[in-house]
Protein backbone atom coordinates (compact mmCIF):
# COMPACT_ATOMS: atom_id res chain seq x y z
CA UNK A 1 0.00 0.00 0.00
CA UNK A 2 1.35 3.25 -1.02
CA UNK A 3 1.66 5.73 2.06
CA UNK A 4 -0.83 8.29 2.37
CA UNK A 5 -0.59 11.95 4.53
CA UNK A 6 -2.94 11.42 7.33
CA UNK A 7 -3.95 8.43 8.60
CA UNK A 8 -7.34 8.57 10.88
CA UNK A 9 -8.33 6.08 13.29
CA UNK A 10 -12.19 6.91 13.48
CA UNK A 11 -14.42 5.60 16.05
CA UNK A 12 -17.04 7.49 14.14
CA UNK A 13 -18.76 6.05 11.21
CA UNK A 14 -20.48 9.17 10.33
CA UNK A 15 -16.30 10.39 9.28
CA UNK A 16 -16.80 8.06 5.99
CA UNK A 17 -20.31 9.61 4.79
CA UNK A 18 -18.71 12.91 5.06
CA UNK A 19 -15.62 12.38 3.48
CA UNK A 20 -15.56 13.93 0.06
CA UNK A 21 -15.11 12.09 -3.81
CA UNK A 22 -14.03 8.94 -4.92
CA UNK A 23 -12.48 6.09 -2.69
CA UNK A 24 -10.58 3.26 -2.67
CA UNK A 25 -11.16 0.37 -0.04
CA UNK A 26 -7.50 -0.75 1.04
CA UNK A 27 -7.10 -4.17 2.60
CA UNK A 28 -3.61 -4.25 4.60
CA UNK A 29 -2.44 -6.90 6.81
CA UNK A 30 -4.15 -5.00 10.02
CA UNK A 31 -7.38 -4.73 8.69
CA UNK A 32 -8.94 -2.33 6.11
CA UNK A 33 -8.97 1.12 5.36
CA UNK A 34 -10.99 3.98 3.09
CA UNK A 35 -8.63 6.13 0.93
CA UNK A 36 -9.36 9.62 -0.32
CA UNK A 37 -8.26 12.93 -1.25
CA UNK A 38 -9.34 16.08 0.81
CA UNK A 39 -7.62 18.78 -1.30
CA UNK A 40 -4.00 17.89 -1.88
CA UNK A 41 -3.62 15.17 1.10
CA UNK A 42 -4.20 11.76 0.48
CA UNK A 43 -6.30 10.37 3.65
CA UNK A 44 -7.03 7.14 4.71
CA UNK A 45 -9.76 6.36 7.78
CA UNK A 46 -9.60 2.92 9.47
CA UNK A 47 -11.62 2.02 12.09
CA UNK A 48 -10.96 2.33 15.82
CA UNK A 49 -10.61 -1.24 16.23
CA UNK A 50 -7.29 -1.12 14.70
CA UNK A 51 -6.07 1.51 17.10
CA UNK A 52 -5.24 -1.05 19.87
CA UNK A 53 -2.57 -2.39 16.96
CA UNK A 54 0.29 -0.43 15.06
CA UNK A 55 -1.76 1.03 11.95
CA UNK A 56 -1.48 -0.75 8.98
CA UNK A 57 -1.67 2.47 6.68
CA UNK A 58 1.54 3.57 6.55
CA UNK A 59 1.41 7.68 6.77
CA UNK A 60 3.81 10.39 6.08
CA UNK A 61 2.68 13.36 8.45
CA UNK A 62 0.18 12.65 10.43
CA UNK A 63 -2.17 10.01 12.51
CA UNK A 64 -5.20 11.08 13.70
CA UNK A 65 -7.97 9.85 15.88
CA UNK A 66 -11.84 10.48 15.89
CA UNK A 67 -14.00 8.89 19.09
CA UNK A 68 -15.51 9.30 21.90
CA UNK A 69 -14.75 10.38 25.63
CA UNK A 70 -16.66 11.12 29.01
CA UNK A 71 -16.74 15.09 29.82
CA UNK A 72 -17.48 16.53 32.97
CA UNK A 73 -18.86 20.05 32.88
CA UNK A 74 -18.51 22.60 32.07
CA UNK A 75 -18.49 20.20 29.01
CA UNK A 76 -21.77 18.97 27.44
CA UNK A 77 -22.84 16.11 25.33
CA UNK A 78 -21.58 16.83 21.57
CA UNK A 79 -19.07 19.05 22.63
CA UNK A 80 -15.49 18.46 21.39
CA UNK A 81 -12.50 17.55 23.29
CA UNK A 82 -9.16 18.45 21.71
CA UNK A 83 -6.40 17.38 24.53
CA UNK A 84 -3.26 18.67 24.69
CA UNK A 85 -1.90 15.84 27.01
CA UNK A 86 -3.35 13.43 29.18
CA UNK A 87 -3.59 12.51 32.62
CA UNK A 88 -1.80 8.78 32.93
CA UNK A 89 -0.93 9.12 29.52
CA UNK A 90 2.49 11.39 29.43
CA UNK A 91 3.69 9.91 25.99
CA UNK A 92 0.81 11.61 24.37
CA UNK A 93 2.25 15.54 23.04
CA UNK A 94 -0.18 16.87 20.02
CA UNK A 95 1.48 18.32 17.28
CA UNK A 96 1.50 21.98 17.93
CA UNK A 97 1.19 22.84 13.81
CA UNK A 98 -2.40 20.38 14.16
CA UNK A 99 -2.89 21.90 17.52
CA UNK A 100 -3.36 25.90 16.25
CA UNK A 101 -5.25 24.73 13.75
CA UNK A 102 -7.61 23.25 15.79
CA UNK A 103 -7.48 26.64 18.14
CA UNK A 104 -8.21 28.50 15.16
CA UNK A 105 -11.41 26.47 14.55
CA UNK A 106 -15.01 28.42 14.05
CA UNK A 107 -18.06 27.31 14.82
CA UNK A 108 -19.67 27.70 11.22
CA UNK A 109 -16.50 25.21 10.08
CA UNK A 110 -18.15 22.30 11.44
CA UNK A 111 -20.82 22.41 13.40
CA UNK A 112 -23.40 20.18 11.90
CA UNK A 113 -26.82 21.27 10.48
CA UNK A 114 -28.84 18.90 12.88
CA UNK A 115 -27.46 20.10 16.04
CA UNK A 116 -30.15 21.69 18.18
CA UNK A 117 -27.18 23.96 20.29
CA UNK A 118 -24.15 25.06 19.48
CA UNK A 119 -21.29 22.95 20.65
CA UNK A 120 -18.16 24.69 21.96
CA UNK A 121 -14.25 22.80 21.63
CA UNK A 122 -12.58 21.90 24.83
CA UNK A 123 -8.67 22.25 23.98
CA UNK A 124 -6.54 21.52 26.84
CA UNK A 125 -5.98 19.22 29.47
CA UNK A 126 -9.07 18.74 30.26
CA UNK A 127 -9.12 14.67 29.54
CA UNK A 128 -7.40 14.46 32.83
CA UNK A 129 -11.00 12.94 34.67
CA UNK A 130 -12.26 11.54 31.42
CA UNK A 131 -13.11 7.79 30.33
CA UNK A 132 -9.73 6.57 29.42
CA UNK A 133 -10.71 3.39 28.01
CA UNK A 134 -12.20 5.46 25.28
CA UNK A 135 -8.64 7.14 24.48
CA UNK A 136 -6.44 5.53 22.12
CA UNK A 137 -3.03 3.85 23.48
CA UNK A 138 -1.02 6.48 21.57
CA UNK A 139 1.10 7.25 18.47
CA UNK A 140 -0.89 10.56 17.10
CA UNK A 141 -0.60 13.83 16.15
CA UNK A 142 -3.98 14.82 17.44
CA UNK A 143 -6.38 13.09 19.41
CA UNK A 144 -10.66 14.65 18.59
CA UNK A 145 -13.46 13.44 20.72
CA UNK A 146 -17.09 14.09 20.66
CA UNK A 147 -18.37 14.42 24.61
CA UNK A 148 -20.82 11.90 26.04
CA UNK A 149 -22.28 12.18 29.42
CA UNK A 150 -22.63 9.51 31.65
CA UNK A 151 -25.82 8.00 29.71
CA UNK A 152 -25.45 5.60 26.90
CA UNK A 153 -28.24 6.94 25.53
CA UNK A 154 -28.27 6.39 21.93
CA UNK A 155 -29.13 9.79 20.26
CA UNK A 156 -26.12 11.60 22.57
CA UNK A 157 -23.68 8.83 21.40
CA UNK A 158 -24.52 9.89 17.99
CA UNK A 159 -24.35 13.20 18.54
CA UNK A 160 -21.13 13.28 19.59
CA UNK A 161 -19.58 10.63 16.97
CA UNK A 162 -21.37 13.41 14.90
CA UNK A 163 -19.65 15.78 16.21
CA UNK A 164 -15.98 14.47 16.18
CA UNK A 165 -16.68 13.33 12.44
CA UNK A 166 -17.65 17.02 10.99
CA UNK A 167 -14.54 18.67 13.59
CA UNK A 168 -12.37 16.48 12.27
CA UNK A 169 -13.23 16.59 8.68
CA UNK A 170 -13.25 20.50 9.00
CA UNK A 171 -9.49 20.11 10.47
CA UNK A 172 -8.65 18.05 7.66
CA UNK A 173 -9.95 20.57 4.89
CA UNK A 174 -7.85 23.53 7.24
CA UNK A 175 -4.74 20.89 6.47
CA UNK A 176 -5.43 20.84 3.05
CA UNK A 177 -5.55 24.55 2.14
CA UNK A 178 -9.06 24.32 1.95
CA UNK A 179 -10.90 26.12 4.88
Known amino acids: ?16 RLLPGARETV ?13 PLLVAVEPA ?5 PS ?16 FPPVRPGDVLVPSGVVGRPAYRPDAGLLA ?33 SLPAGGFSLV ?18 DAAAAFTLALLHRLAGLG
Open 1 to 16: MRAVDVAVVSAAPALL
Open 27 to 39: HHPGGTAVVVRVG
Open 49 to 53: AASSA
Open 56 to 71: GVPYTRHRLFAGVARG
Open 101 to 133: LARAMRPDDWIPDHFAHSPAVHLGSALGRSDER
Open 144 to 161: VLGALDAGTDPVPRADAL
